[in-house]
Structure formats: structure tokens, C-alpha cells
């Protein structure tokens, strides 16, 4: 074969191994498409002896349904593969964001950064809470008050826990003026809590315990077992207070022909709002614009669009993390 995709673990070491084996076992010079999404392409061509025929290819899962293609290019990548790959994913009627060689790239990037956001808030909530309704009202309020698929711990569950910790492995070394650890996802691994997807694509347990795909319960790493939502839902909701009353959610929204107007108008009513849900959600918001804007002085993107466009069209935000929402929340 002249084109070699590769989609195994994220571990550097074997797909440095896999890489190497096949450069030297196939004639042909083959071009290396990697699906990696959080290891830099430049570490895998020079440990594998690539020679600059690799390029990150991420697709996002599942890859037959999701439009998202983050190209990523080394500074050794051959210009004529990184041109074949571009009409390639335009072939393969692919919305292709190119992002700069660094890891976890764009995606990742700010998925991970959020993700170690909304740890430290239910760590900061713990004050008042248990952990069980700090991972509740952190993950409504990512979800319902800023109007996401699903709250930021059932993305975690979805793409598992295990992964993310794979990830952030990856990408803790490469910036050394941040922590990107979680040791909440080492004690929920240790304890057996992974979260991912079944072979029929059912959800597995996480976070939170699915019955039907929907959550059930919230694992509470002290007690080592599920909490029954029933038992906590009401009391949280009451805490974070009501949603703007122009909400509507996030299913409803992606399809309003004038969406732009109601989110202003959504958020508008929500910057008034002086509810924990809404405080929680206002200063939720603007830490992703921060890492939006950080992933653009970092380098990782070259444009405030490219950023936006891995947001919606890989996890399908309603909006763009780079807006002007939230950018007064700070005040």
C-alpha cells in the first residue's frame, strides 16, 4: 500500500513502533495518514524514520458520521502530501481545519483545558457540597445554561476516562507552565470507572451510571460506589437556580434558522441573572473563550475561525468557545 492509516493507542512509544516496522517492511515509500489526536506529528516522524511522509489525519468519532478532519503538519511534512491530503478530505466531503504541531492541537486542546476547568470547579464547590452534586451542577451547567450536547463529565464518560488520562500524558511535558493532570482521573481509573463505549456503542459507566444511555447516578470515588441522581437532582437544581427564560435546549438550538439572534438574546439574559447556575455558567464561559484565545497565542491555531470550527463541528457547540458572550463576565 502507498497510504498507510494508523489508529492505535496514544501512546508514543508503540506508535513509534508500529510506524517504524511498516516503513521498513513496505517498498513502496508509503505515505503515513495518523489519527493521533494529541501527539505531535514531528516526534512520530523523527523516532519512526519517516522521512516527512506523515501527517496527523484526526478524524473525530464516529468518523463515518462526524464531518470534522483536523489536519495536522509537521514543519518536515512533504508538501505534496499535505496537498494530496487536502483534496482527499475534500473527496471524502470532509470540513478540514488545519491546525499547527503542537500537543493535543486544537480539539484537545481546549477539550482537556476545559475539562481540568470544570475539575477545579467541583473541587471549589466541595466547600459547600458533596462531590456527587459538584459534578451534578458542573456538568447542568455545561451542558443546559451553556447550551452544549451534554455536560463536560458525560463527554468525558463518552470518550472515556482512560483516554483522556492518555491524553493529558501526552500533552503535560510539551507545556511546562501548566498542570495538565487530573488526579481525580487517576483515582477514578485506579477504582475501575473508565466510562468509553460498548462494541453496540452503548454507553459505558463513568462519571455517572447509565441506564438507557441516559445518567443514572454519579460515582463518588470515597464511597466507591453510584449515588442515585433522584436523590440529589431537586436539591441542586434549586441551588443553581432557573435558566434564562428564553431557554431553549441545545437540540432546539443548532436548528433555529436565526440562531445568532437568540443566542444573543440568551445570553443577554443570562449575563443579568445574578444565580449561582449563572455565575457558575458566565465565568464557565469565558474560561473557554481564555483557552480558545490561548490555543491562537500559543500557536496552535492561526485563526479565532479555526478554533471555532473544531468546537462546532467536532463537538457540535451551538457557538464558537472565541465570542463576545461572556466577554464582560470578569467586571
Not at 173 to 193: K, M, T, W
Not at 200 to 223: C, H, L, M, T, V
Not at 294 to 306: I, P, T
Amino acid at each position: 500500500s502507498t497510504m498507510i492509516f494508523e489508529a492505535i493507542v496514544e501512546n508514543i512509544a508503540v506508535k513509534t513502533k508500529v510506524l517504524s516496522q511498516i516503513n521498513t517492511n513496505n517498498l513502496n515509500s508509503p505515505w503515513f495518514f495518523s489519527n493521533t489526536s494529541a501527539i505531535p506529528i514531528h516526534e512520530l516522524d523523527e523516532n519512526a524514520g519517516l522521512g516527512g511522509r506523515i501527517l496527523g489525519f484526526h478524524f473525530y468519532n464516529p468518523p463515518a458520521v462526524q464531518k470534522l478532519v483536523e489536519l495536522i503538519s509537521a514543519k518536515t511534512t512533504q508538501s505534496e502530501l499535505l496537498d494530496f491530503a487536502g483534496s482527499y478530505a475534500k473527496n471524502l466531503r470532509k470540513t478540514m481545519v488545519p491546525a499547527n504541531d503542537f500537543a493535543g492541537f486544537i480539539g484537545n486542546g481546549h477539550f482537556m483545558r476545559d475539562f481540568l476547568y470544570a475539575k477545579g470547579e467541583i473541587e471549589r464547590l466541595q466547600a459547600e457540597v458533596s462531590f456527587a452534586e459538584a459534578v451534578y451542577m458542573i456538568n447542568k451547567v455545561s451542558q443546559d445554561f451553556l447550551l452544549r450536547p451534554m455536560g463536560i463529565f458525560q463527554l468525558c464518560d463518552y470518550v472515556g476516562l482512560d483516554v483522556c488520562q492518555l491524553i493529558l500524558r501526552v500533552m503535560n511535558p510539551y507545556f511546562s507552565g501548566e498542570n495538565l493532570h487530573s488526579p481525580l482521573l487517576d483515582e477514578l481509573i485506579a477504582q475501575g470507572v473508565r466510562g468509553g463505549q460498548f462494541p453496540d456503542g452503548s454507553q459505558k459507566d463513568g462519571f455517572f451510571k447509565y441506564e438507557k444511555n441516559r445518567p443514572s447516578a454519579i460515582y463518588d470515588p470515597k464511597q466507591k460506589g453510584y449515588l442515585s441522581l433522584a436523590d440529589l437532582q431537586s436539591r441542586c437544581d434549586d441551588s443553581l437556580g432557573p435558566l434564562p427564560k428564553v431557554f431553549q435546549p441545545w437540540k432546539a438550538v443548532i436548528a433555529l434558522a436565526a440562531k445568532d439572534t437568540f443566542l444573543q438574546s440568551y445570553f443577554g439574559e443570562l449575563q443579568a441573572l445574578n444565580t449561582l447556575g449563572a455565575q457558575l455558567a458566565k465565568a464557565y464561559g469565558l474560561r473557554s473563550r481564555e483557552i480558545g484565545l490561548q490555543l491562537l497565542s500559543q500557536g496552535v491555531a492561526e485563526k479565532e475561525n479555526d478554533v471555532n470550527a473544531v468546537l462546532t463541528t467536532g463537538f457540535y457547540h451551538a457557538y464558537g468557545p472565541i465570542n463576545n458572550y461572556f466577554s464582560e463576565v470578569s467586571k
